[in-house]
Nanobody, 126 residues
Framework: QVQLVESGGGLVQAGTSLRLSCAAS????????MAWFRQAPGKEREFVAA????????YYADSVKGRFAISRDNAKNTVYLQMNSLKPEDTAVYYC???????????????????WGQGTQVTVSS
């Protein structure tokens, strides 16, 4: 049974940092592209960042580029999202996702991911 468990969310002030973690089990982690998505109240779930299975390539939404960094540790079956210079508009539930890493697949699309975590709340106060 595949499980993705996010942690590290919380309530922080604008301008500060948080690091989210997602621990995966039940799958061959190094075969999967990993991503973070987020969903704010009343909005659709949106792409935040993704990383190829080897960690060789990363992708970011324009809204977080330069502030967020995705990384992974294949030995620990864990993917991270370092979030710096947080803004109130970053407030959302953040979800970890895993998809088989196939060439040519758009890493920003929700349809490319098979497994999803339950999410962790990030709230940024102004």
């Amino acid at each position: 049974q595949v499980q993705l468990v996010e942690s590290g969310g919380g309530l922080v002030q604008a301008g500060t940092s948080l690091r989210l973690s997602c621990a995966a089990s039940g799958l061959t982690f190094s075969n999967y592209r990993m991503a973070w998505f987020r969903q704010a109240p009343g909005k659709e779930r949106e792409f935040v960042a993704a990383i190829r299975r080897s960690g060789s390539s990363t992708y970011y939404a324009d809204s977080v580029k330069g502030r967020f960094a995705i990384s992974r540790d294949n030995a620990k079956n864990t993917v991270y999202l370092q979030m710096n210079s947080l803004k109130p508009e970053d407030t959302a539930v953040y979800y970890c996702a895993a998809g088989v890493d196939l060439p040519g697949r758009d890493p920003t699309l929700k349809s490319g991911y098979t497994y999803w975590g339950q999410g962790t709340q990030v709230t940024v106060s102004s």
